[in-house]
């Protein structure tokens, strides 16, 4: 795994941390008998700050700066403790020395890898599940305000892809692929012990400790339903019990500028494009100019546009622990520009955490909030793009002008200065509190060792109000457009309750066994409210009171919200291990949802997985070679009710009518009610090895798993003659299978001061609907097809341009063009080799997105203080949806009415081109099939950061007070490699929209992710420092 | 002390545990914000369905596509220059064709089934929550109105949704069976009709909701479209197959001799309703919703709520009322020396330009051969496009038009004219100065264009369906929104039409009411005018006498389907009026228009091939797709020749 690499950095990190501990310690006075005293070291010398005390007792020293210690009232027949994280803890009998220096052994790194496993961690040795960890040290590796950027190519079987360019969105996370059809194939997220409700721009990167990753059924069993898509958990930073307060300051400062602009034409080649833009059989070109426009202005428009971004983190923590109890308070502040004027995140974080032990009693309390602030997202490129590159936004007098009028279209002039002068007369804002708390007692339950009842109690809430103004005749051609204004107000409400009973016992040294009982329930309520004006007096008042409002005063009932959804879990979980041989985990969860029909609401599943550590075994004890080999496999079953709530009630859709000027609101039934409608269910298998190579400079995990989903819950269309459209219902199965490489590897282990480390991983999923609706193999209306993928595109397929002496053209295509675009015919022949029908609909394909293969690498080396280190994701294969080449974005009209992206068009004299002649054959306002122009295929390799780095020498900060200082400058998105698209148009290839968003018309499903016209990706040079003392 | 903490400590923990686990609640639902179809059990909720019944009217008139589906392909209307496929289709001219998968033909058929159970609902419903007989009979005004355009567009159609012959269907069977048209008109159409004649208001209970004479001219033509079909006289094929015999016993005759009586009992109790004055006063824009329009489907320029789309900018979807977009060429390249001098402008003679259907040179030169007496062709189109740059912000007095003459704003820029010039119109290679390829005329400052000069690209737009709102100010307003118009669906002129033409069926006329009689009504009526509206000056005139004298002695079907073109054109009657009178291929077999390109004035002949199984619309893929059926089922329940 790659974070095996960073725990041995960790671990020196730590003793510098021990000598700060012990600069800040004091000495615990106590009643004396002897004193002992000694140096600890470990093989490559003495080590500061290990935590020496008395076993049972309450005393506790640390060792100094030379690996010092001297403790005082030592009885004679005491038993010192030597503790240090990173190393074997070490008990010796005092047996009335009054000098022991010892030596410390360092824990392997899978010995003291621990992981998150729900309800619990477990040594990674002891996992038998499968699981997928990130450090927050390593997560920070790619500076990011949101930890689902700093994820992407980080772990096998976790595909994180790009919704938005825009700041302050979250990327979407499918772990091993999307198994729902229309239910939510969204991850669980669980932020310290407790379902997160919120979204990933509400966590502080800056203060993750960790991220574990469940992905097979056997791992998420224990979060039964609502586990069934994987859970994430996140961990925040903790104080350590003991700990000297800890402060830590983290920062840094981007600049980002567009990694590419849009790929649109200058003026030049846009007037080459009109002119040759004709009708077939005419002379004259569909448009000429208007009269803004001339041939000779040669306008960029996305230069007048963008602005250089800025983002800067801020993270400021303190962590410490006293004998009994921990406590952690971190601070956070970013803000993060877009290069779109006007777009911008902001957030603040606050985040806290204490624990305290009193008697056998403990209470902690994690509370993590945020507020943030979301400017202009509503500000698209959409106009910037379109707007002719000869359309003067300058009048004579140097002013800009309010409108171009270009051939057909009218724009409002966009630029940085349009949209910066604005002032009062424009406004989108949403901001958002949020409070994620997680409330705990334990208590040990006396006269039976190892058994603990806790009561874990989570109140999450969040709230946003967002409001927009758009001044009058802003963004409008017409200027007496009246202005508009809305408002909007959610709020959602989550609170848990579980109680967990934990026995955790080792029998006779060898058996271990860890049983765990919850019962658990969860209640999530929502409420949201819009309200819309029209014709606000004054820009003054913006959204601030809609009461003035002059015009409409609009409550839309589709935009208005309550719902309210319950859940009720039993779970059982066992873990024996034996000898760390043989390990085996079962599961049992029963759960009960509101969201489904009566009498359907409640279901149990089972889930079992073992594992073997043939490394242990006797026969391998002792190879050199092998450090770690351990077989796993596990079943399970989860479920998904990831319905909305209601889905069982069917449903009335109103819609409004007037009667002159009499109003109503009418409805009839658009939904019918299901009162069966029941759980949807994966079952999953899952076979994995773990190993360590080469005193474990070679390590890593291979794993393959089959994931059946059936029942799946999918809203069924229903024909039209049946008077209802659709009725939600347990129909259709898809299955996932697939395979993930992860391997991490020391290259060179301190060879005179340099070290290289290296990971990489790889995965592959092949999902695949396995049946549909009874008897239905196709539902094109929906994209599914049974045999193919969830995400396919079924379109014709362009298999080049028709030329000048192909045959039969006007038999293929009735009134098409030399030059249009040539898709694949699949009908039959006449005896004369001509077909026997026109290309139609039944020449459509499936065409496959999902990509081969994808995964991602990290590399590593180090000299002295000195660090380079590069994270890269890829992926291979599958199909990139650009709506700026397609037909979806009106941006490849290919007629010379708006800017045109650019491309090799079809001309008499320029026959091989990509793209069909222009003005030739339509469909609608874009070239006949011009949807097939936007496929690409989705292959890239992208370095996502390149940092330089280096840590100050311990010695010279000594001086100083300070602990740790790292400064370090990061590229981000500095390159990107093997991508068609890229080639071809120099832009970003990572998707940035969902299929239904930032497109002149939505085209696509919005679960297929596409390249749109949305905030440009950016590059960013970074600076940042870590500073801890 | 310590004790008892622990046990208070015990004690909250194990009531929290116990609450937790009693509270089985939690997972028992109330939605707060959604109507669920109970509702549709009270009496708000029969009232929101009867509302949601005059709404549904927006997602068929006012939407430009199933518009198209009507006009296009008829001797109305051929495609535009920026037509797609949907267009071109709808032409059966070779550029396209019409399958199971054309989106034009399914759009009824989607939108109605919802609407027909709604219907149902709300008549199984009304009588439990004591609903007056009145209000029902709109539900089966509505019912019947559905069922009567299903049929007359793809033949029998099924009546039982999935829970009973025209019962409230909320079953989720995926099986469907069609009936036959005979079953269709005497248990879906007939039954309701009747009922709904005897109990509808005179006057409306709204405005614009359907009355006792809205109920029979949809009777009386539902007869006289049911009669042509018994007589089948030009043996068009039907399905689900089945003899043409009436299971109520009657024949042709009867039913047109019924629709005979039920359209003059409309006329002669006319209600609330009755002719406008002029032809001119039907369709401008500040007579809306006059007593002469029986039913529409309403928007208003006031709520964009209840307007159900914007008011700035139209989708190009339902249910925005776009149609009028699409009949609209694209004026405002009009240039006057090098200025845009027609801009887009929410007024009625213009509009937004989609340029996706065009009127032939048939339709000039034979529909609207009279020009003068016939006060219908100024009524009809915009054939004057006058200068309007003073809105748009161009303080110039005057612009240089054509011959280098000056125009003021108001003045004509572009005249469509009446007929061929005697003087040679020059017109200019490609788009010339004018920027749209109009000719000069010595003398006049406007550029012209003669009937037989209009193309795809460049012909009268369609002043009927153009916007009218009262919100623009001194500026051009907002052209970009669809309509706020109501958008006609019914008229009570028609009324003398299906009498006239039962008549000329053989029905027996009462005194007065000859077909010639009924039709000179109307064409009396189209003599009279108040207005010049492409002269844009007062004109009174009544022709009346000459267009009476102008009518034929006998008249004929031809005649009739004739003047109903001049009378409704470009609204949505035609294809329904030659499928019914069996008469699409004679009619439209072939028309007359020039290219595609700004200053082609060549008209080429094309031809169209309407074949007899096109006479009924494919069942839409949609449709097939959906229903859980074998294969053999599917192909069945599909038209012949569609698969």
């Known amino acids: 795994m790659t974070n095996f690499l960073f725990i041995k950095s960790k671990s020196k990190h730590f003793k510098h941390l021990g000598f700060l501990l012990l600069l800040f310690m004091f000495s615990v006075g106590a009643h004396a008998q002897t004193t002992v005293s000694g140096i600890v070291s470990d093989s490559f010398g003495p080590i500061p700050g290990v935590n020496v005390s008395l076993k049972g007792g309450k005393n506790g020293v640390s060792t100094n700066i030379d690996g010092k210690y001297s403790i005082n009232n030592v009885p004679a027949n005491a038993v010192l403790v030597y503790s240090f994280v990173g190393f074997v803890t070490q008990e010796i009998a005092v047996k009335g020395q009054s000098q022991i220096n010892v030596t410390l052994s360092e824990e392997s790194s899978t010995l003291k890898e621990v992981v998150v496993i729900g309800y619990g961690t477990q040594r990674k040795e002891a996992v038998t599940g499968s699981v997928a960890s990130i450090s927050g040290t390593t997560l920070r590796d790619v500076p990011s305000s949101n930890i689902t950027q700093a994820l992407q190519g980080r772990l096998a079987g976790v595909e994180i892809a790009q919704t938005s360019t825009k700041p302050g969105t979250s990327m979407q996370i499918r772990i091993r692929g999307a198994r729902s059809l229309s239910a939510s194939n969204d991850p669980l997220v669980v932020l310290d012990g407790i379902p997160f409700s919120g979204t990933f721009s509400d966590i502080n990167p800056g203060d993750v400790k960790s991220v574990d990753i469940l992905k097979d059924a056997s791992a998420t069993a224990i979060y039964g339903s609502r586990g069934a898509n994987g859970v994430i958990l996140v961990t925040t930073n903790k104080g350590q019990k003991g700990q000297a307060a800890r402060f830590s300051y983290d920062h840094f400062y981007a600049v980002k500028s567009a990694f590419a602009q849009y790929d649109m034409m200058n003026g030049p080649e846009f007037v080459a494009l009109r002119k040759a833009a004709t009708a077939p059989g005419a002379s004259a070109p569909l448009f000429s100019n208007g009269p803004d426009e001339s041939n000779d202005v040669n306008i960029n428009w996305q230069d007048e546009f963008y602005r250089t971004g800025i983002e800067a983190s801020h993270n400021m923590s303190v962590l410490g622990g006293t004998e009994k109890g921990t406590y952690k308070f971190n601070l956070g502040y970013l803000k993060d520009e877009a290069i779109v004027p006007q777009q911008d995140f902001e957030r603040i974080s606050l985040n806290a955490s204490i624990d305290q032990e009193i008697g056998a009693f403990r209470f902690g309390l994690t509370t993590n909030n945020n507020f943030s602030i979301n400017n202009g997202a509503s500000m698209g490129v959409g106009t910037v793009l379109s707007t002719t590159p000869i359309a003067n936004p300058y009048n004579l007098d140097g002013t800009l002008k309010r409108t171009v009028k270009m051939a057909q279209d009218e724009a409002w002039v966009t630029t940085r200065e349009t949209i910066n002068n604005l002032g009062d007369k424009w406004k989108d804002q949403s901001q958002t509190m949020a409070s994620y708390n997680n409330i705990f007692m334990e208590v040990k339950i006396p006269g039976i060792e190892g058994l603990k009842y806790r009561l874990n109690g989570g109140l999450n809430i969040r709230m946003s109000n967002s409001g927009n103004y758009t001044g009058e005749g802003v963004f409008n051609i017409n200027p007496t457009t009246v202005s508009t204004a809305s408002i909007s107000n959610s709020i959602s409400k989550n609170w848990t309750a579980e109680n967990i009973l934990t026995y955790d016992r080792t029998f006779a040294q060898k058996h271990k066994i860890n049983v765990v009982g919850m019962f658990s329930s969860e209640q999530g309520t929502s409420n949201n409210s819009n309200i819309g004006a029209k014709n606000i007096p004054s820009d003054d008042f913006q959204y601030y009171n809609l009461g003035y409002a002059l015009g409409e005063i609009t409550i839309n009932p589709d935009w208005q919200g309550y719902s309210q959804s319950g859940l009720m879990s039993y779970m059982a979980r066992a873990m024996y291990s034996y000898d760390d041989r043989y390990m085996l985990t079962a599961t049992v969860r029963s759960d009960g949802s509101s969201r489904l029909a009566d009498g359907y609401e409640w279901h149990t599943y089972p889930a079992i997985s073992a594992g073997w550590n043939i490394g242990k075994e006797s026969f391998l004890r002792d190879n050199k070679y092998i450090n770690l080999l351990k077989l796993r496999v596990g079943y399970g079953q989860t479920s998904n009710q990831a319905v909305n709530p209601y889905s069982t009630l069917g449903r009335l859709t109103t819609r409004n009518y007037n009667f002159g000027d009499t109003y109503a609101v009418g409805s009839y039934v658009s939904t019918l009610p299901n009162p069966e409608l029941g759980w949807e269910f994966s079952t999953t298998m899952n076979y994995g090895i773990d190993f360590g190579l080469f005193n474990n400079r070679l390590s890593g995990t291979v794993e393959y798993y089959v994931t059946d989903t059936e029942d799946i819950l999918l809203g069924v269309g229903l024909p039209p003659t049946s008077g209802v459209g659709s009725y939600t219902a347990n129909i259709g199965q898809t299955q996932n299978k697939g395979y993930e490489i992860s391997l991490s590897g020391t290259i060179i282990d301190n060879l005179n001061g340099w070290t290289w480390d290296a990971g990489v991983n790889f995965y592959s999923n092949e999902n695949k609907l396995v049946a549909l609706a009874t008897g239905q193999t196709r539902d094109e209306g929906n994209g599914w097809f049974v045999g193919s993928p969830i995400n396919v595109i079924y379109d014709y397929e362009k298999i080049g341009l028709w030329q000048q002496g192909d045959a039969n053209l006007t038999k293929y295509e009735p009134g098409g063009n030399v030059g249009m675009i040539k898709v694949k015919y699949t009908g039959d022949f006449n005896p004369d080799g001509t077909p026997t029908r026109q290309i139609g609909a039944a020449d459509r394909q499936i065409i496959k997105l999902d990509p081969d293969f994808q995964g991602g690498f990290n590399t590593r080396v180090a000299y002295k203080g000195f660090d380079l280190s590069a994270v890269a994701a890829f992926q291979s294969g599958g199909t990139l949806i650009s709506t700026l080449y397609g037909s979806a974005g009106y941006l490849n009209m290919l007629t010379g009415r708006r800017n045109n992206i650019r491309v090799d068009y079809w001309t008499p004299e320029n026959t091989d081109a990509k793209y069909p002649r222009p003005g030739g054959i339509q469909s609608g306002d874009n070239p006949k099939y011009g949807s097939t122009l936007g496929y690409f295929d989705a292959t890239y390799l992208k370095i996502r950061t390149i940092t330089f780095g280096y840590n100050f020498d311990q010695k010279l900060l000594k001086t100083t007070g300070i602990d740790k200082l790292r400064l370090y400058c990061t590229a981000q998105n500095p390159f990107v490699f093997f991508s068609d698209y890229h080639k071809e148009s120099g832009m970003d290839p990572e998707t940035n929209s969902y299929g239904d968003e930032n497109q002149a018309v939505a085209s696509y499903n919005r679960r297929i992710l596409t390249l749109s016209a949305n905030t440009p990706s950016t590059r960013n040079f970074l600076i940042g420092l870590n500073l801890t003392f | ?643």
């Not at chain 2, 430009?64 to 797609?84: M, P, V």
């Not at chain 2, 029902?136 to 009973?164: C, H, K, N, W």
């Not at chain 2, 539902?222 to 009436?246: C, F, G, K, S």
């Not at chain 2, 118009?485 to 008549?503: C, G, I, Q």
């Open chain 2, 1 to 643: 002390m310590k004790l008892i903490q622990i046990k208070t400590i015990v004690a909250t923990a194990l009531l929290t545990f116990v609450l937790g686990g009693c509270n089985d609640n939690i997972l028992d639902e109330q939605p707060r914000s959604i109507y669920e179809p109970g509702y549709f059990k009270t009496e708000k909720g029969v009232q929101g369905g009867l509302t949601s019944m005059y709404n549904h009217l927006r997602n068929l008139y006012g939407q430009a596509y199933y518009y198209n589906s009507l006009i296009t392909g008829t001797d109305e209307a051929t495609y535009g220059a920026s037509a797609d496929g949907n267009f071109k289709d709808m032409d059966l001219s070779g550029a396209g064709s019409i399958i199971s998968t054309s989106y034009p033909t399914s759009i009824l058929w989607s939108t109605v089934f919802p609407n027909i159970n709604t219907a149902s609902g709300v008549i199984e419903n009304a009588g439990e929550v004591g609903i007056a007989e009145s209000l029902i009979s709109e539900a089966r005004f509505f019912r019947a109105f559905d069922y009567f355009l299903l049929v007359q567009t793809y033949g029998g159609v099924p009546l039982d949704l999935g829970a009973g012959e025209l019962k409230f269907n909320t079953s989720t069977s995926r099986f469907s069976v069609r009936n036959t048209v005979p079953e269709v008109y005497t248990k879906g159409i007939f039954p309701d009709l009747i009922k709904a004649v005897n109990n509808l208001p005179a006057a409306p209970r709204l405005t614009g909701t359907v009355t006792k004479t809205t109920a029979r001219l949809f009777l009386a033509k539902a007869y006289l479209t049911y009669a042509w079909w018994l007589q089948n006289p030009n043996n068009i094929p039907t399905y689900p197959e089945t003899t043409r015999v009436d299971p109520d016993g009657h024949d042709a005759a009867w039913y047109f001799q019924q629709a005979y009586n039920v359209a003059v009992d409309g006329i002669e109790s006319p209600g609330a309703n009755g002719l406008v004055a002029t032809y001119y006063d039907v369709n401008v824009g500040t007579n809306d919703r006059n007593k002469e329009m029986l039913l529409y489907a309403d928007h208003t320029e006031k709520s964009e709520v209840y307007n159900g789309s914007s008011l700035t900018y139209g989708s190009g979807g339902a249910p925005d009322n776009f149609s009028g977009w699409m009949m609209t060429w694209n004026y405002p390249d009009l240039k006057s020396s090098g200025v845009n001098s027609v801009q887009r402008e929410a007024e009625q003679h213009l509009g937004r330009p989609w340029v996706r259907m065009a009127p032939t040179i048939n339709v000039f030169e034979k529909t609207f051969a009279d020009k003068t007496n016939d006060s219908r062709y100024d009524g009809t189109f915009t054939t004057v496009y006058r200068g309007n740059w003073n809105k748009a912000g161009n303080t110039s007095a005057t612009l240089n038009n054509a011959n280098g003459l000056p125009v003021a704003p108001g003045g004509a820029i572009l005249t469509f004219l009446d007929s061929e010039p005697s003087t040679p119109i020059t017109y200019p290679s490609g788009s010339g100065a004018n920027n749209v390829g109009a000719g000069e005329l010595p003398g006049r400052s406007d550029y012209v264009i003669s009937p037989r000069g209009i193309s795809r690209i460049v012909y009268p737009g369609l002043w009927k369906l153009g916007p009218y709102r009262t919100d623009s100010g001194t500026g051009l307003g907002q052209p970009n929104a669809g309509s706020t118009r109501p958008f006609p669906v019914a008229k009570f002129s028609e009324l003398y039409f299906v009498a006239a033409e039962a008549a000329v069926k053989g029905a027996a006329t009462k005194a007065g009411k000859s077909a010639r009689e009924l039709i000179n009504v109307i064409r009396a009526r189209a003599g009279k005018w108040r207005f010049d509206n492409n002269g844009n000056v007062a004109k009174v005139a009544d022709n009346s006498a000459a267009m009476i004298a102008a009518t034929p002695a006998t008249i004929d079907v031809n005649y009739i389907l004739e003047e109903r073109s001049r009378e409704f054109y470009g609204e949505g009657y035609r294809w329904f009026d030659l499928v019914r009178t069996q008469k699409w291929e004679e009619l439209a077999s072939s028309y007359e228009i020039g290219g595609a390109s700004k200053g082609n004035h060549t008209p080429i002949k094309v031809n169209r091939t309407i074949l007899k199984y096109q006479y009924i619309r494919p069942i839409p893929q949609g449709q097939i797709d959906a229903m859980i059926m074998t294969p053999e089922e599917k192909k069945a329940y599909q038209n012949p020749s569609y698969n």
